[in-house]
């Protein structure tokens, strides 16, 4: 799962890459001019906690998700951008974006286009990401008409082309278009910009985070109901400096300043969501670790997320919730109380479940 750290310059990318990865921003920015940085973050998750707590076990392993901060490019007042080429060449790899838009106003932090306004900045780098899906699309018909020969496949590759490119004229996304299965497969070959998931993050300072205001708030709000864009609202200077607290004092802090969960959090959450993906647990001495899988995956395929032999040898798979033994405190209480299943393969894993594969090889 890799997700891109998209924006223009000075958004506070680097610092919310600083932020979920761990990773100094000094080393981070060490990469070079224009270097994609990539870094890994694990994702919270208080389940793992307390079956950590529980178990106390040699080793504990979060999910975890891959982080590009790609690097920005510089927009201008004439409305084009320098640097595109390579911004969107680096955000094709991904597999779904966190836009990082700018709320906070710095003097010493001068923005391109000598204003802040989150909704212009994220109508611009959606329009840039359009144009980008518009120029393949070009660029692949004229490829297939200069061939030397054009077959019934390539004129149904164009024909459907020509419907995107017409959409994408129109003002739609990708994402949104009516496209049967088939042709849903054949689009996803071309890793069009704006069919990529994304998730809008704005970047506020400590004032704007108390008072919940910053320039253009309601443009940002309706312009990412209009794209059907999740919004999260940050003050990540803040929550970098939170997460450099000792553990015992974070919950004050916290508590304090009035956030009631932890941004990297909310944002790893979300990410979630926005991908249909869900996390089943497995515990033990030797490990408590949460494993990513698709919203509806069945219990035989989930099994070879731990490794391919217990898929081909999966017999059952012993479920327990994790509300089970949070409530009662252990795994031999959730089992005196019945709350203990067998499922078989077709089992659809729930979000949360705790299993132990049966399988024999």
């Known amino acids: 799962m890799?997700?891109?750290?998209?924006?223009?310059?000075?958004?506070?990318?680097?610092?919310?890459?600083?932020?979920?990865?761990?990773?100094?921003?000094?080393?981070?920015?060490?990469?070079?001019?224009?270097?994609?940085?990539i870094g890994t973050a694990s994702?919270?998750?208080?389940?793992?906690?307390?079956?950590?707590?529980?178990?106390?076990?040699?080793?504990?392993?979060?999910?975890?998700?891959?982080?590009?901060?790609?690097?920005?490019?510089?927009?201008?007042?004439?409305?084009?951008?320098?640097?595109?080429a390579k911004f969107l060449n680096d955000v094709r790899p991904c597999d779904a974006l966190i836009h990082v838009l700018r709320a906070f106003d710095d003097a010493s932090v001068i923005h391109d286009l000598g204003s802040i306004d989150p909704a212009r900045d994220l109508e611009d780098v959606e329009t840039e990401m359009l144009f980008a899906d518009m120029e393949v699309i070009e660029k692949r018909i004229v490829k297939i008409k200069t061939g030397k020969k054009i077959t019934k496949e390539n004129e149904d590759e164009i024909a459907l082309l020509e419907r995107c490119n017409n959409w994408l004229e129109k003002g739609g996304m990708m994402r949104d278009m009516e496209l049967s299965e088939d042709e849903r497969l054949i689009v996803r070959n071309y890793a069009f910009l704006t069919?990529?998931?994304?998730?809008?993050?704005?970047?506020?300072?400590?004032?704007?985070?108390?008072?919940?205001?910053?320039?253009?708030?309601?443009?940002?709000?309706?312009?990412?109901?209009?794209?059907?864009?999740?919004?999260?609202?940050?003050?990540?200077?803040?929550?970098?400096?939170?997460?450099?607290?000792?553990?015992e004092d974070k919950a004050l802090f916290m508590e304090d300043i009035g956030?009631?969960?932890?941004?990297?959090?909310?944002?790893?959450?979300?990410?979630?969501?926005?991908?249909?993906?869900?996390?089943?647990?497995?515990?033990?001495e030797d490990e408590v670790r949460a494993w990513t899988i698709d919203e509806g995956t069945q219990a035989k395929k989930a099994a070879g997320k731990v490794h391919s032999d217990i898929e081909r040898g999966f017999i059952r798979a012993e479920v327990v919730k994790y509300d089970s033994i949070k409530e009662l405190g252990s795994m031999a209480k959730v089992k005196d109380h019945g709350l203990f299943r067998l499922e078989g393969k077709e089992y659809i894993v729930v979000d949360g479940d705790i299993i132990n594969f049966r399988f024999n090889i």
């Open 2 to 37: 890799k997700i891109g750290l998209i924006g223009l310059n000075q958004t506070g990318k680097t610092t919310l890459f600083e932020l979920m990865t761990g990773k100094d921003s000094g080393a981070v920015a060490s990469g070079g001019k224009g270097a994609a940085n």
């Open 259 to 284: 956030i009631e969960e932890p941004g990297v959090a909310v944002l790893a959450q979300a990410v979630y969501r926005l991908l249909g993906l869900i996390s089943f647990l497995t515990v033990g």
């Open 43 to 84: 994702v919270p998750d208080e389940r793992i906690d307390f079956l950590s707590a529980l178990y106390k076990p040699k080793k504990t392993i979060y999910a975890k998700i891959e982080l590009t901060d790609v690097a920005g490019f510089s927009a201008s007042s004439d409305g084009k951008s320098s640097g595109a």
């Open 195 to 247: 069919e990529k998931p994304r998730i809008a993050v704005v970047n506020m300072n400590d004032g704007q985070w108390e008072s919940h205001s910053y320039p253009n708030m309601a443009g940002l709000g309706e312009l990412c109901a209009r794209l059907g864009i999740p919004l999260i609202e940050l003050c990540v200077e803040m929550e970098l400096e939170i997460s450099k607290l000792p553990d």
